[in-house]
């Protein structure tokens, strides 16, 4: 009996803001993936930035907009206070 064996990528997740964060390394040299899920949606996004950290508070910031075009509410956090709590994922290889 054959058992199959899926390919895997190594991401990072976070939740923030009530959203759920996922952040990944495409193959281009500044290139960037990332999916932001909350309740009613799942937004997939590409994007291009020079480093890891910058890659981080891009999608913090993207889910902190979206959550304050909503909410109208200023007393979010700022990105930086999520910027060390990322955490490894695996995930399936699109």
Known sequence: MATAVGKFKLGLALEAYGIQLQLWKEPGEREWGATLRDDKNIVDCHFEEDNLT????HVLGEAR???????GSAELPGCDTFLDSWKPVKMAKR
């Open 65 to 71: 907009n979206r959550v304050m075009r909503r909410s």
């Open 54 to 57: 910058l890659a981080k508070l």
